[in-house]
């Protein structure tokens, strides 16, 4: 049986602006199988989590309450992900090994496959992102973004600018598109009507925007892996700022948003996850229990924030206190 990961406190680091200030937070961590090579994760509004098991080709969920998490075959030569909570309630896992896009039926457990075109072989799937309308767009990191009508099964396959690099993609509040290109070091709008994509310049060239949020107002907060700083994208006024990652080596990966606008960074360099408060400018560490946690993706819900410690095998939640 798998067992739930003990409760540990961790204290904030200093703030890359050299706060004293301190304040806790609670971590705990969840086993999963061993070798599961945990992705992504996302909250489900039922209380679970959904997680994309890489290596075993399987999506997993987590009961947290539990701590007992099963895996979900997904077909021969599995690999997914990107997983997400669509707005049917299902789970959407963005599969690269079957160059498909899967749904999971949280009741049944049922899997149904939208493989790409024939055509379009080896995409690299990577994530997915719902708009306004229902409609899933994703990307993949060999030069493709698409979109997939839900409803009546219709994909459309689009070339991505500079060829390859689409990585991460979001929807903001009012219903745009964006993703972000890590080896075309961009940021992507897409037209949702033509699906053509325009290309936005970051502020630092080279800086692989790898992962991309957006926040209530349409801010898109973007990851410079290369770069080792955080971006923001102001859709309504087109404007940029940016603000480098504390330490020395900071190699920034998964961001994500929460309901009160925090920025939270996936910091691979510091074996760390970041708060960021915009207001302030300051950013907060709270370190990882496993060496090369090897964190890739972040969720949340109701103040939680979710990871996955791939290099561990196991997912943790975060909860401010």
Partial sequence: MIQMGMMIAVAMALSAVGSTAHSKMAMQTFPVL??????????????????????????????????????????????????IVGPDGAAWVTEGGQNAIARVDPATRSVKLFPLPKERR???????????????????????YGRLDTKTGAMAVFDAPRGTGPYGIAT????????????????????????????????????????????????????????????????????WARWRLPGDGPQPY???????????VSDWGANAILRFDPNTGKFESFPL???????????????????AESGADKLFVLKAE
Avoid: C, M
């Avoid at 009961?63 to 992900?81: N, W």
């Fill in 34 to 83: 061993a070798g599961a090579g945990a992705h992504d994760v996302y909250p489900a509004p039922d209380g679970a989590v959904w997680f994309t098991a890489q290596s075993a080709g399987k999506l997993g969920r987590l009961d947290p309450r539990t701590g007992k998490s099963d895996l979900i075959p997904l077909g021969p030569d599995a690999s997914p992900h990107g997983v």
């Fill in 122 to 144: 080896n995409a690299n799937l990577n994530t997915a992102s719902f708009d306004l309308q229902g409609v899933l767009w994703f990307t993949g990191q060999n030069g493709i």
């Fill in 172 to 239: 903001t509040p009012d219903g745009q598109v964006f993703f972000a290109s890590l080896a075309g070091n961009y940021l992507g709008q897409i037209d949702l009507k033509t699906g053509v994509a325009t290309v936005l310049e970051p502020p630092v060239p080279g800086q692989g925007a790898r992962r991309v949020w957006s926040d209530s107002r349409g801010g898109l907060w973007i990851t410079g892996w290369n770069s080792g700083d955080l971006f923001r994208y102001d859709s309504k006024t087109k404007t």
């Fill in 254 to 264: 998964a961001v994500y948003v929460d309901e009160n606008d925090r920025v939270w």
């Fill in 289 to 307: 229990p496993d060496r090369y946690a090897s964190v890739r993706q972040l969720a949340g819900r109701n103040g939680e924030v979710w990871g």
